[in-house]
């Protein structure tokens, strides 16, 4: 495009912000047309606002000229949902960074969604407070996104995961107006709005605002590095500690393949010779962390546990957290591509599912690895390649739609955290029938009754008349 003539698009955006916030070269829409998934898709134009009223503006200019527009946080999202389809107008939320305001003593804070997951924790630690919803990819992810994605993270198991922790949200709603749902009530008035617009995926409109609930931190914590001969041992501990009567803070799993990679790349003293790891984590006060921890190492040496390791200091707890949190980072040594995904089967039924998934893997000739959220039973099989290789997206794609199935088969769910967005919205039928999904459409169409706002997403396509299609046009693996 000649950029002294741009499009009336661009030109009306760059007038509505400012142009040097309006982008449109080849390079960074190519940066923008995926996310951290395989999908990706194609932007017409990518836009940083830094006001609620830029955004609102942004949403007109696409309203006028008959764009749709897809909301976007730091891109960090695994399951396609901030993947352009349709050319859309891409609205970036990375410059709306400010923690506009802390009130320790209600613990609440409102923060634009462009602030990073980690960096409110970090803010307002010297208050004995954290943000508790805590996704691995806390360091990079937005609130914003994951108040769309409705994010877990390890300590979600005892805290509850992102609709547990948003009070209120200002929206911008697929019209331009601008909606606050929910608010610092204890129990607001009228239909919990807050609630529909937590995990829709950017398809209800833009968060510009949120009031999020701060938790203190915990007076004490212990964390635990359990190692086992066998997978099996390790998932039956899982569900041992839980029925034993204790919900720790965290409840992590790694197999024998990750926990190399991992060690490998951060060196925190992961048995290399294990078949599975758990990280444990209890916390609360002195005394009682201690009972948990020692209840924890109790039924893990039942289960056959080889050894209990204990963080003696937070060099330690710090370290073994850095291996979990890096597990992703750790398999780009191995091979240069990755399908994760994330489904939840019941914690009882962990043991036979994850052999089904080895075995889905064998048969397709895959490497894969597991790394997840074990007491909550939110299964992350990590099926790692290298695309350049003849035939193997094939296998990687036959090998996702097994491991959807098997999941499913054994009473799952298609997503425990990562949300549905393009990868995951065809298998929807799987556990919704023709009336839910016609219900979640008409909810949708409430908020968007043009379909503008992240266009193709969530909802299988045809999901009001039965006629089901796989990706769509414009999108590309
Ligand atoms: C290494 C790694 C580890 C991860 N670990 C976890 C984990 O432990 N738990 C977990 O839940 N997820 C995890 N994820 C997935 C991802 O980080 C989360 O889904 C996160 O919430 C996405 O935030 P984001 O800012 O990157 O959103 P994006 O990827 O930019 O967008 C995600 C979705 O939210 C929508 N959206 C973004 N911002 C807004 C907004 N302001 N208003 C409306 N809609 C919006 C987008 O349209 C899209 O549908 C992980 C990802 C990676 C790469």
């Known amino acids: 495009m000649n950029e002294k003539e741009p499009l009336p698009l661009v030109a009306d955006l ?5 142009p040097d916030r309006v982008r449109v070269s080849p390079l960074e829409l190519e940066l923008y047309a995926r996310d951290a998934s395989i999908i990706a898709g194609r932007a017409e134009v990518v836009c940083f606002p830094l006001t609620t009223a830029e955004v609102q503006a942004a949403v007109r200019v696409c309203r006028k000229h008959g764009r749709p527009f897809v909301p976007r946080g730091s891109g960090t999202g695994l399951a396609g949902g901030a993947t352009p389809i349709g050319d859309p107008v891409v609205i970036v939320t990375t410059k709306m960074t400010r923690i506009l305001e802390v009130d320790a003593d209600e613990r609440v804070a409102w923060v634009e969604p462009g602030v990073l997951n980690l960096d409110l924790s970090r803010a307002v630690a010297h208050l004995g407070l954290h943000y508790a919803p805590d996704p691995s990819s806390q360091q990079s992810c937005s609130i914003g996104g994951n108040v769309a994605t409705n994010s877990g993270g390890p300590h979600c198991l005892l805290y509850g995961v992102t609709s547990a922790h948003v009070l209120a949200i200002e929206v911008v709603l697929p019209d331009g107006s601008v909606a606050m749902l929910g608010g610092l009530d204890p129990e607001p008035a009228g239909y919990d709005l807050r609630g529909a617009f937590v995990g829709s995926e950017g398809t209800m409109g833009i968060a510009t605002r949120i009031a999020v609930r701060l938790t203190p931190l915990p007076p004490a ?4 590095l359990l190692d086992f001969t066998s997978v099996d041992d390790a ?16 409840l992590e799993m790694m197999d024998a393949e990750i926990t190399r990679a991992v ?8 048995p290399e010779d294990a078949a599975a790891v758990l990280l444990v984590e209890v916390d609360g006060l002195a005394a009682g962390v201690d009972a948990a921890a020692s209840v924890v190492a ?11 390791r204990v963080a003696a200091d937070e060099a330690e707890r710090a370290l073994l957290w850095k291996g979990r949190k890096s597990a992703f980072g750790a398999i780009a040594r191995i091979a240069p591509n990755y399908y994760l995904h994330d489904a939840v089967v019941p914690r009882t039924r962990l043991v ?7 075995d889905i893997a064998r048969r397709h000739d895959l490497v894969m690895m597991n790394v997840f959220h074990a007491g909550d039973g939110n299964l992350h099989p990590l099926i790692v390649f290298d695309r350049r290789a003849d035939g193997v997206l094939e296998r990687v794609m036959a090998a996702g739609e097994e491991i959807i199935q098997a999941c499913v088969a054994a009473g799952g769910v298609l997503s425990g955290e990562h949300g549905i967005g393009l990868e995951k919205r065809d298998y929807m039928p ?6 839910d999904l016609d219900a979640q459409a008409r909810l949708r169409e409430a908020f968007d009754p043009d379909g503008v706002a992240n266009p193709e997403k969530v909802l299988p396509a045809g999901s009001r ?13």
């Open 465 to 477: 008349c039965g006629d089901l299609q796989k990706i769509p046009e414009g999108a590309w693996i």
């Open 298 to 308: 109790e039924v893990g040496r039942a289960h056959g546990a080889r050894t209990v």
């Open 263 to 270: 060690e490998a790349f951060v060196h925190a003293g992961f």
């Open 430 to 435: 799987l556990i919704f029938s023709a009336d």
């Open 14 to 18: 760059q007038r509505a912000l400012a």
């Open 221 to 224: 914590v212990r964390t635990l």
């Open 352 to 358: 036979e599912v994850m052999r089904a998934v080895y």
């Open 235 to 250: 998932a039956a501990t899982v569900s041992g500690i839980i029925a034993a009567g204790l919900v720790p803070a965290a």
